[in-house]
């Protein structure tokens, strides 16, 4: 590449990085908003949410086809052509993300009659662990931090525990109530949404390891750091 052609390619890679952050950020208050319409019963907020996910699809739209040309003209190499390739699965996964905040949103909307019933604190703190990984891994990719990605995969498990908890307290509350059931049902829907949003950064904070290293590290506790016993 020219000099110029080279400072514009590096802009332009800057654009799709600002454009992936912007989308996370829509794509974390969506998540936000939909937490809150479940636990207010506010049915005009889970409205938005639902609304508001046409943004975030066209953002996926806008840094495909800018990651598409760049890919076309310029030929990146190595790094360069790690990070584009990592670019498009990311915004592929917060796509996704806001298709699951719309699903919470959903569900909000269908128990915006019922009473709360536990395990409303296990779900909060699963929206907060998923979030704070989402907005995490965004970063630890635009500073291509391969450390801290690692540590968002293991926190994983967390959120992990925390479904499998939600799930062991709504079969209770089933089981003692049949009334308690289509609510009950819901709730566990959104447990699993919000467990596939960590799933989601998850695989951001694995597309890091991969731009830093060139190694990928999906499916391999051991390069992830974690205990294989």
Request: proline share 2%; charged share 30%; with cysteine.
């Amino acid at each position: 590449m020219s000099v110029d052609t080279q400072r514009h390619f590096h802009e332009e890679l800057a654009q799709v990085k600002s454009r992936l952050l912007t989308m996370s950020g829509e794509a974390e208050a969506a998540l936000d908003l939909a937490v809150e319409a479940l636990l207010e019963r506010a049915s005009d907020k889970a409205r938005a949410v639902i609304a508001g996910d046409r943004k975030i699809d066209a953002l996926e739209v806008e840094i495909e086809e800018q990651v598409v040309n760049l890919l076309a003209l310029q030929q990146p190499m190595a790094r360069d052509l790690r990070m584009l390739t990592s670019a498009l699965k990311i915004a592929n996964d917060l796509e996704r993300v806001g298709d699951h905040a719309v699903n919470i949103a959903q569900s909000a909307e269908r128990l915006a009659a019922s009473r709360p019933i536990a395990p409303e604190p296990e779900i909060v703190e699963m929206a907060r662990l998923a979030r704070d990984m989402l907005s995490d891994a965004l970063e630890a990719f635009i500073r291509g931090d391969a450390v801290a990605g690692r540590e968002i995969c293991r926190r994983d498990d967390k959120v992990d525990l925390l479904h499998r908890s939600v799930f062991r307290i709504l079969l209770t509350f089933m089981m003692e109530d049949p009334h308690m059931i289509s609510a009950g049902m819901e709730l566990f829907l959104v447990s699993r949404n919000l467990e596939r949003v960590a799933d989601l950064a998850t695989n951001i904070a694995e597309d890091v390891v991969f731009l830093v290293e060139g190694k990928s590290i999906k499916h391999h506790a051991e390069d992830r750091g974690e205990s294989t016993t």
